[in-house]
């Protein structure tokens, strides 16, 4: 696609260096308010920050020629920021509690996601050949999902992860991707028979009795992950995956009521019985409870997260204290993880949150315009599950920590620290970016027919 003299390739090209520019003002702020000056290490971490997203570009301008201009420079964008969040943080935890910092290792992911995205737009020829493989996809699917019940031990109440010596890595980022593979595919197979309409019950079709069994396996799934791993985010994202997806393929309302109820009532069931889920619905209805007396508190409230996220969004007010200003450090262990967006909300303020915010709404938008752009019904499903599956954890994330909903543990997409985390999301959007490239390839000019043209006859 062409805008005027520019390609979208070249569009994509001056959004990137824009927003490459802008976490390199960011860093360069965040590192002089807070009394450090401008090194050679802090450029040289600037030029990383600069090389990488160019990289992509050249595997994107090379391999995908027509894809959304905005998805590559948006994704930069947001992990450029999440960077920047993390070298301020680096700076208030050496500062009062002596940790080590988390800028480096960050960046170090940020590369290997970058390579990762590379692979998959030059190794991808066609999105529809994932369609071939739905099965193999949900068995890895579920193995990586279950994978963390076995280990013993957990991290933070919740078992998400995985431990191979030194290392560890969360395989629920990685299902978020390979289930909507499988769902994608399963779907477009079986959108016919699951569009059916069945009895009609109070202004709503009920679906028929046999097509029951998914979303029954499915909502039994997310059960068993929310029990035995006690992770109420991939739970809540793993079955919304699924039921917005299947309403997207049948289009039938029915679906959303059932799987919402159903989900409602497992959640209900297990948030009562669990001690970790239960404490994090404690935690969420009396956040300030947290600092009365020990014998007044509710049972299983022992958090002051969620009481100093509401702090800090509070003291950001509109226009925030200014990157280095405030003290994010309070929130404690999990500011680099689950409680980044209150850095954010206290040193950009208001503004700040809400650009953030629409910053993963334009992404998801390019997702969801190239689900409806796209002509084949396997890419329709996965570019619309991809788009969805990144709506649903950042709704859950930032649910969790503005008190709108139990907090879930899950990280922010591209801004919080994890390696895993950020591997997965750019797999996602090297995934979006082959779709939009098929979506967005201009159709092929009929060829032109000689002999007929031969024939025709000339008036004088």
């Not at 940020?110 to 050949?129: E, Q, T, W």
Request: proline share 5%; hydrophobic share 55%.
């Amino acid at each position: 696609m062409h805008y005027g003299r520019f390609t979208s390739r070249d569009v994509e090209l001056v959004l990137l260096l824009g927003a490459v520019l802008i976490c390199g003002y960011g860093y360069a702020e965040t590192t002089l308010s807070t009394g450090g000056s401008l090194s050679a290490a802090l450029l040289g971490r600037v030029a990383v920050l600069g090389i990488l997203p160019l990289l992509c570009h050249g595997a994107v301008r090379r391999f995908a020629r027509h894809a959304d201009p905005l998805i590559l420079p948006v994704a930069t964008l947001l992990s450029g920021l999440g960077i920047v969040l993390i070298h301020r943080l680096d700076i208030a935890y050496k500062a009062r509690y002596g940790a080590a910092a988390a800028t480096s290792g960050q960046l170090m992911w940020c590369a290997i996601a970058a390579v990762g995205l590379s692979a998959v737009v030059i190794a991808l020829k066609d999105h529809r050949r994932l369609q071939r493989y739905p099965y193999l996809a949900i068995t890895l699917g579920l193995v990586l999902l279950m994978a963390p019940a076995f280990y013993p031990g957990d991290v933070y109440g919740a078992k998400r992860w995985i431990f191979i010596g030194p290392l560890s890595f969360q395989p629920g980022e990685f299902v978020k991707i390979v289930i909507v593979v499988f769902f994608a595919g399963y779907l477009t197979m079986r959108r016919d028979a699951l569009a059916l309409a069945g009895r009609r019950f109070m202004g709503l079709y009920l679906p028929r009795g046999r097509q029951l069994g998914p979303i029954a396996a499915v909502w039994i799934l997310s059960l068993l992950v929310l029990i035995f791993e006690r992770d109420l985010g991939t739970s809540l994202i793993f079955f919304g995956i699924f039921v917005i997806m299947l309403y997207i393929a049948s289009e039938r309302t029915s679906w959303v009521v059932f799987g919402v109820a159903m989900f409602a009532v497992g959640a209900f069931v297990v948030g009562s019985f669990e001690p970790h889920v239960h404490g994090r619905v404690v935690a969420w209805l009396h956040p300030m409870d947290i600092y009365l007396p020990p014998a007044q508190r509710p049972a299983g409230l022992v958090s002051d997260q969620a009481a100093q996220a509401l702090f800090s969004f509070g003291s950001g007010g509109i226009l925030g204290s200014g990157l280095g200003q405030g003290h994010p450090e309070l929130i404690g262990f999990a500011g680099r993880s689950d409680f980044i967006l209150t850095t954010v909300g206290e040193e950009l303020g208001l503004v700040g949150v809400t650009l953030v915010l629409l910053l993963y709404a334009v992404l998801a938008e390019r997702g969801l315009r190239t689900a409806i752009t796209v002509t084949d019904p396997f890419g329709k499903l996965l570019a619309a599950g991809l788009a969805t599956s990144l709506v649903l954890q950042v709704f859950v994330v930032t649910g969790g920590v503005t008190g709108l909903i139990p907090l879930t543990g899950k990280a922010l997409p591209f801004l919080a620290q994890g390696g895993s985390a950020m591997v997965a999301n750019w797999l996602l959007v090297a995934l979006l970016i082959k779709v939009s490239d098929t979506a967005r390839r201009p159709a092929p000019q009929p060829a032109t027919d000689l002999s007929a043209a031969e024939t025709q006859i000339v008036r004088p």
